[in-house]
């Protein structure tokens, strides 16, 4: 069998270690058009940044590596530029000769990637404005700062790319903004935790502008649609990927709703010996079933292996993913799986959302804040999505809801979980359980929540709610909910009486706590609607700092 895979990144290469290890008889060859295979390109914004020391420690591997352990022959240099799928041949073009040979194939697979999208902006093809796309480009963008010392930097676009730069090129001295179309960054986020971010961006001295357009780029400047001029020594252009598609395309290979290759559980496509892999590949969402596209190392080498096993006879499917994702932001970490609010509501989802603010691990060992966005479904309790934000402890529970969340896991499932527990790793009560029991308990309405968009929306609608702060009075002449009237939690037994029962009554503390304290005091004396403020007054706080 003879197997031709175009593309030799993280995907191609999967495929090929794959079907080695499955058929030490089958010809494997990889055409790459790039000088570099099986490279990180995720790791090339902490090369930039000076903290990974050498360009090459993002290339283990080389085309000699994969021929001495797979016997898999990998040539760089080489694109594919034509296919005849009645003849199973494809055409080659040496980039560095210009030649043009033949080969044939049993099996083709497409590992093509995705292309750094290019907006049209005036100026984009400036020697000092630069994608971040490869090792070579990498090399190019490292010999300009080198050669040219700049100062000021302009990054377009707030994705991973643009804040990764971000960060890395701050602790490198230089002076950074961020300018970003939309009005937040982080597109997959809900904009109150996106906003958490933001403040944090700015914090460490990011010049931060949101809904903001770049339309021409001159040589020591970026204009914006609304007139401003950002001095900028070097561009960055990260406003996102597509995924190349063009070759595929031409020989009829179906695209999907995502404007990626439609494949299947298999991996295959609906050309017959056909399969494509990796960013040029669209996934599907394991909540939903509908198409996803979410260009990752991780999903591209998944894809890989799936493939490879299936061409050689395995039975291994795709199973789908939520969409996962993490990053650091300075002393932040950022995750989230599964879906967003926004995202469960436009699914059509009757959901229950949880803010939970609680330590990474034991405060007296240093534990720091996490704050937890959790979305439930409230007919079925399984959880959703979740968005975690905080300096320590959020990969690890990103994972624990990722797990759960693949698994099928119902909100009351989380707080059932046999967790590792130790001061200097949890709280007694982790911050997974404890979102699952929250979330269970207003599923159930046994303590229902609120949320601070929700409650202000719904006041400006001219509903008429009874607010209760259960703080000392100290806390609350800091800070309150508009509104709200202070009735320590202490006292709330015997201030009651003047409240009245039945107007809805909305309870909160600083972080969620003795609010659901409260909450629980008032419907024993029969008040007949309590809810408890999701994430307490820090997250009220924080949601009207963006508005």
């Not at 390109?41 to 590596?65: H, K, M, N, Q």
């Not at 700062?145 to 100062?151: E, F, G, Q, W």
Request: charged letters at 25%.
């Amino acid at each position: 069998m003879k197997i031709i895979i175009i593309g030799s990144v993280a995907a191609g290469t999967s495929v090929a270690a794959k079907a080695r290890r499955n058929d030490e008889n089958a010809e494997i060859t990889l055409y790459n058009a790039d000088y570099d295979i099986s490279y990180s390109i995720c790791g090339i914004p902490y090369f930039l940044g000076g903290e990974v020391d050498e360009l090459e420690t993002l290339t283990p591997r080389s085309a000699a590596w994969f021929k001495k352990r797979y016997n898999v022959d990998i040539h760089t240099r080489h694109e594919v530029i034509g296919i005849d799928t009645d003849k199973k041949s494809v055409t080659v073009k040496n980039l560095d000769t210009s030649e043009t040979k033949q080969d044939n194939y049993d099996t083709l697979v497409f590992a093509t990637g995705a292309t750094p999208t290019t907006p049209p902006i005036k100026g984009g093809d400036m020697k000092h404005v630069f994608h971040v796309r490869n090792i070579q480009n990498t090399a190019t963008i490292n010999s300009f700062m080198v050669s040219n010392n700049p100062k000021k930097v302009t990054i377009i676009g707030a994705g991973f790319i643009g804040l990764e730069m971000a960060e890395q090129l701050t602790h490198k001295g230089l002076e950074v903004t961020i300018v970003q179309r939309s009005n937040q960054i982080m597109p997959h986020l809900d904009k109150d935790m996106a906003s958490r971010v933001e403040e944090h961006i700015r914090d460490n001295g990011v010049n931060l502008l949101l809904n903001e357009e770049a339309t021409v780029i001159t040589e020591n400047a970026v204009q914006t649609k609304s007139g401003n001029v950002i001095d900028s020594d070097i561009v960055i252009l990260a406003t996102g990927v597509r995924p190349n598609t063009k070759l595929a395309k031409e020989i009829g290979v179906e695209l999907g709703a995502s404007g990626a290759i439609k494949v299947n559980p298999k991996m295959q496509t609906n050309l017959s010996d056909i399969y494509a892999v990796g960013d040029v590949a669209e996934s599907f969402s394991i909540i939903t079933g509908k198409p996803i596209y979410r260009p990752l190392g991780s999903t591209a080498n998944k894809m890989g292996r799936i493939a490879g096993d299936v061409i050689t006879g395995g039975d291994l499917e795709h199973r789908g993913i939520l969409g996962t994702g993490i990053l650091r932001v300075f002393d932040l970490a950022v995750g989230y799986t599964g879906l967003s609010e926004k995202g469960a509501k436009t699914e059509g989802f009757d959901i229950e959302v949880l803010h939970n603010i609680k330590p990474s691990r034991a405060e007296y060992l240093g534990g720091k804040e996490l704050i937890i966005k959790a979305i439930a479904d409230r007919k079925t309790s399984q959880i959703l999505g979740v968005q975690i934000v905080g300096e320590d402890g959020v990969d690890k529970r990103i994972d624990v809801f990722v797990t759960a969340i693949s698994f099928k896991a119902k909100a009351e499932d989380l707080f059932h979980l046999d967790l590792a527990y130790a001061p200097p790793f949890s709280t007694t009560k982790d911050p997974v359980m404890y979102t699952g029991m929250a979330l269970q308990n207003a599923i159930d309405k046994k303590n229902k929540l609120i949320t601070p968009q929700e409650l202000t929306d719904r006041i400006d609608s001219g509903e008429r709610f009874q607010i209760i702060d259960a703080r000392a009075t100290k806390q609350y002449e800091v800070s309150k909910v508009d509104g709200a009237v202070n009735i320590p939690l202490a006292k709330l037994r015997d201030e009651a009486k003047n409240l009245d029962p039945n107007i809805p009554t909305v309870t909160y503390c600083n972080k969620g706590v003795t609010g659901n304290a409260a909450q629980n005091v008032l419907k024993n004396m029969g008040f007949k609607e309590v809810f408890n403020l999701s994430g307490g007054n820090k997250n009220y706080q924080s949601f009207k700092r963006k508005l």
